[in-house]
């Protein structure tokens, strides 16, 4: 099956969206939903961007560079779906806090439940019997990699039909998935199961499936009926946040640059006049879950880090990649650094660690925010469609936007 490869480099997710930018206009709006063997009509750049080794600002303006706004509209707007869940969850980050409390309640009651273990093992395990669950069970612990209909036709029926408990499923994603990202994909699995949005659960349906997945897959039968669909709860958000700012970084001080899995390109800072004495990347990945995160995702993201080690090293007199804050107290000692510099992190395992690397160092900790972060913030106050009427805020960030018509 091991159809997808991901080389854990900066000049492969390049290579791949230059590839990619052709089918960026109307190709992508008419056949983005067909999961087919390979993924020809979408990009397969989110295990790079997930990690910002390629940013959403530099795919937009590549794909502005090729197509007008209005002609790439839909690609656009997928890609400011993650700056969109993104934002939604750094405005009410407890949200996260409580989905990793149900996974670890979720937890307990495997150990103590067999009937539950033995479904949720057999889920796993892409052994429930119904073929296409089961292939999408393989692909994505052989590749690291889902469609995104795929993701929601699995996620509806781990819910609906196999009646396992959501955060179990979102979590399987979490180990498995090289984009595993707390914002994407609590609140996708939140969305499907009726959680997210009032009144919307996304129910799989058969003839949806055998449509496009070009016939491979035909459940019929098999699947929850639309009726059994119903959600799984009252969607209640907290307040959102105030909107966070960027932080002012002194530059008399000799200063330590702290990247984590959320953003590897520091480029932003760099470029914008830091100058570190010392670089760190803390790696946490093992935090995406409280079960084993597979090998492949560790591998990728610990690759990854070292690609930009080698890419920038020389810029901060090389960097030191670190998996505990007691270990990045010491680094910070060993270059007598007085102040840390991060990226801006969003809610989720990266920011837990770097805040962790705060407290062991009692070092300030500033963190500077792309400009399109800042201008995605304030706008994630309700629902994807008020988000969308501001897109073009987050596209006016771009530094020389080429807006040819195609
Ligand atoms: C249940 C479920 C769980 C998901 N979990 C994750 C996750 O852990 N990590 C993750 O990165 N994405 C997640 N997604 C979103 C989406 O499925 C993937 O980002 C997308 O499939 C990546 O493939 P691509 O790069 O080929 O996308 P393309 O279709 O080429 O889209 C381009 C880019 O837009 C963004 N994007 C597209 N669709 C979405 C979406 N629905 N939500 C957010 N961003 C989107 C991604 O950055 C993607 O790389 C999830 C979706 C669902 C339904």
């Keep these: ?197 009032v009144g919307k659960t996304y129910a799989a349906r058969p003839d949806n499936i055998a449509k496009y997945t070009d016939g491979r897959f035909n459940p019929a039968g098999q699947l929850a009926a639309a009726h059994e669909v119903q959600p799984l709860g009252h969607p209640e958000h907290p307040k959102p946040l105030p909107v966070p700012g960027s932080d002012s970084v002194d530059t008399g001080l000799p200063t330590g640059l702290i990247l984590t899995e959320d953003d590897l390109s520091p480029g932003f800072l760099l470029e914008g006049g830091l100058r570190p004495v010392a670089g760190l990347i803390l790696l946490n990945t093992t935090r995406r879950s409280p079960f084993n995160v597979a090998p492949q995702v560790i591998d990728f993201t610990s690759s990854l880090a070292q690609d930009c080690a080698t890419r920038w090293g020389d810029r901060v007199g090389g960097f030191t990649i670190v998996h505990t804050p007691e270990d990045a107290a010491d680094w910070a000692k060993a270059h007598a650094v007085e102040q840390l510099v991060a990226p801006y992190t969003p809610t989720g395992p990266g920011r837990t660690g770097l805040d962790a690397v705060a407290g062991a160092t009692r070092l300030p900790l500033r963190r500077v925010m792309r400009p399109w972060d800042a201008a995605a913030l304030p706008h994630a106050t309700a629902g994807f469609f008020k988000f969308k009427a501001r897109i073009p805020d987050l596209l006016a960030t771009l530094q020389t936007p080429a807006r040819h018509s195609a």
């Design 1 to 197: 099956m091991r159809a997808m490869s991901f080389e854990p480099t900066r000049t492969a997710a390049l290579e791949r969206l230059a590839h990619f930018v052709p089918k960026a206009g109307s190709d992508y709006a008419r056949l983005r939903n067909h999961d087919l063997p390979g993924h020809p009509h979408v990009s397969v750049l989110s295990p790079y961007v997930r990690h910002r080794v390629v940013s959403e600002a530099e795919i937009a303006q590549a794909v502005l560079g090729r197509f007008s706004a209005s002609t790439a509209e839909k690609y656009l707007q997928e890609v400011c779906w993650r700056s969109y869940w993104k934002a939604w969850l750094d405005r009410r980050p407890s949200i996260w806090t409580a989905y990793e409390a149900e996974v670890k309640a979720a937890q307990n009651q495997l150990a103590t439940q067999s009937g539950l273990r033995q479904a949720w093992q057999d889920a796993c395990a892409g052994e429930t019997g119904i073929t296409c669950f089961d292939h999408w069970a393989n692909e994505l612990v052989e590749t690291g990699y889902l469609h995104n209909h795929a993701r929601m036709w699995f996620a509806s029926i781990w819910m609906f039909t196999l009646n396992l408990p959501w955060a179990l499923g979102a979590d399987f994603f979490m180990r498995h998935l090289l984009d595993g990202d707390p914002a994407s994909n609590t609140l996708s699995w939140r969305w499907v199961g009726g959680l997210q949005t």
